[in-house]
């Protein structure tokens, strides 16, 4: 079959044509993306304020709360008990040679136990809780969702958010802070055991200089950032389990991005929260924080 | 005796007025995204009645189902339960009204983490204020009534074979005394005399008061022996635009006797050139994709 005669002109066209139509699907792409991610967190939204509905709505069932208190709280203690000494001996170790350098070896224990408190401590626990107990719920809630067992409790006209949902998220919620409180002990603990038994930091010095530097409001600073990330965790874990895809690969997506998303999450939290409450402090302590130097 | 208390009866209908049917369904549609799915299926399921919806794979039979239910909630259409629109009820009044029917899941879906026990007692805690004797009472029952050995009632769901689920599901779907049973594909993956155990615990449950039964299935046993009426789904990638998607709507007998081709194809289980178009089918899709 003869082709017909193309000439430049046409063909110049067809590419300028071709070239904008690919700009066009491009940022049709874009804004899809974006409105995909908008409608995320509306839904998001949605399903916190159903959850919040059901705290208000109905009494909670002590067999029902209690197991979910034991996973989250009871089962993670170790673990965050034990990455807490970790991370309070790996803050000695980093300091010690620039506090050594400007003679400053005994005031150790008020950088570390300042960094622990503040924002150490909060966010290993939220970390440990979201790799732990997030990845866990979003897998568990996924498989009830590809098995049917959500669908079967809404047919015997139970409500799967004041089931499945509420306990989870009142444990993380109410039990992050205790987990906040072991981080920080455990790893002001191992700042003090590296620095007295290893690098030879005289008791007195330390434990007077942290007095003097960390005071009940940079403890209560973590504390109080610790419930926004339980409700994160939690919120954003369940929520990734209801909406699961099918089988093995839709459920293990939720787990993956149960952790993901609760950890950007908390750090994007960490941050304003913060931000926030630095002016807090400032606010009420014009003078600034103490001076190291 | 329903053991949750129902929505106050309403008086006797007058001389030649009409009862509202146990459940309807009127002008459903459903898509999901660009899919359809379910196109103006109408349907009307007097009290009393076991109602058997069959099809091949695919052609929307389960997603009708939870629809009755509300568990999806239709594109387009109503469905009525004795009267009542679900579409309008609010979150607690769809619930109560759910305590009315008993749903037989696939797979049964009984919660991984509780006891068999535990699992059928969840609607009688749910919902009523029964004491844990009375509780126990009535589960010793179901589980006498589905035919399960008291030992199975510490065990998790997870330890029992797929005959022992099913009934186990059925003994939960039953807990509260529904007057209306959906069954969503009670006998796949059994074998053949556990598949007519189940057929015949369908019409046990029927017999227990006017109980009203829809049966989704596959299986032309189970949908011969206990069908009062059947309804028969079409694919909608397989209809024409207009074309109705039920291609049939009467009772065993008349099934039996059907001469459309469709019909026939199906009761006798005939694969007929469909291996053809669904490598055809595939072949132009991989076509498309390419280019």
Request: proline share 6%; net charge neutral.
């Amino acid at each position: 079959m003869a082709s017909a005669p193309v000439s430049p002109s046409s063909l110049a066209a067809g590419a300028a044509r071709g070239l904008s139509d690919w700009i066009a699907d491009r940022i049709a792409d874009l804004g899809a993306l974006l409105l995909d991610r908008v409608a995320a967190i509306g839904d998001v939204a949605i399903f916190a304020c159903r959850t919040a509905g059901w705290i208000l709505a109905r009494r909670q069932r002590r067999d029902v709360l209690v197991p979910a208190f034991y996973q989250i709280g009871v089962l993670s203690l170790p673990v965050v008990a034990l990455t807490g000494l970790f991370i309070g001996m790996v803050l000695a170790v980093q300091s010690y040679a620039q506090f050594k350098a400007l003679g400053l070896q005994t005031r150790l224990g008020s950088v570390i136990n300042l960094s622990l408190v503040r924002e150490l401590g909060p966010v290993l626990a939220a970390t440990m809780l979201a790799g732990r107990v997030g990845g866990a719920m979003a897998a568990e809630l996924g498989t009830m969702r590809v098995t049917e067992q959500i669908d079967a409790m809404e047919s015997m006209g139970a409500n799967p958010v004041y089931y499945l949902v509420v306990p989870r998220f009142l444990g993380c919620l109410v039990l992050i802070p205790t987990l906040t409180v072991m981080a920080d002990f455990m790893g002001v603990l191992g700042g003090y055991l590296y620095s007295h038994l290893v690098l030879g930091i005289d008791y007195h010095h330390y434990w007077a200089n942290s007095r003097e530097y960390v005071d009940a409001f940079d403890f209560l600073m973590g504390i109080f950032k610790s419930f926004f990330f339980g409700a994160a965790i939690a919120l954003v874990s369940c929520h990734h389990g209801f909406n699961s895809g099918h089988g093995a690969e839709g459920v293990g997506r939720a787990a993956t991005n149960a952790f993901v998303h609760s950890f950007v999450l908390i750090l994007l939290l960490d941050l304003f929260l913060g931000m926030w409450l630095n002016n807090v402090h400032d606010f009420f302590r014009p003078e600034g924080p103490r001076r190291l130097l | 005796m329903p053991r949750v208390p129902a929505a106050p009866p309403r008086p006797d209908p007058a001389p030649g007025s009409t009862v509202p049917p146990m459940l309807s369904v009127e002008g459903l549609s459903v898509r999901f995204g660009r899919q359809g799915v379910l196109r103006d299926i109408t349907l009307s399921i007097p009290a009393g009645e076991t109602l058997v919806i069959l099809g091949e794979s695919g052609c929307g039979k389960t997603v009708l189902l939870k629809c009755m239910i509300g568990l999806i909630r239709p594109t387009v259409g109503t469905v009525r339960f004795e009267g009542q629109s679900l579409a309008r009820q609010g979150e607690r009044a769809l619930a109560h009204l759910r305590t009315r029917y008993g749903f037989v899941f696939q797979g049964a879906a009984l919660f991984d983490s509780l006891s068999i026990a535990d699992n059928i007692a969840f609607p009688l805690r749910e919902h009523t204020r029964l004491a844990a004797a009375e509780i126990g009472a009535i589960v010793d029952e179901l589980l006498a009534e589905v035919g399960l050995p008291p030992t199975v009632k510490h065990k998790k769901p997870v330890e029992l074979s797929g005959g022992m689920r099913k009934r186990a599901g059925l003994a939960r779907a039953l807990a509260l005394d529904p007057p209306l049973v959906l069954y969503d594909e009670p006998t796949t993956g059994l074998d053949p005399i556990m598949s007519d155990v189940i057929n015949e615990l369908i019409l046990r449950v029927k017999g227990r008061g006017r109980v009203t039964s829809v049966v989704v299935t596959h299986d032309m046993h189970t949908a011969r022996k206990v069908a009062d009426r059947i309804v028969m789904l079409h694919p909608l990638s397989r209809l024409a635009a207009d074309a109705p998607q039920i291609v049939f709507n009467g009772t065993p007998a008349d099934l039996d006797h059907s001469r459309d081709p469709r019909i026939r194809q199906f009761i006798e289980g005939r694969a007929g050139n469909r291996l053809t178009e669904l490598r055809d089918a595939a072949a132009l899709a991989a076509g498309e994709g390419a280019a």
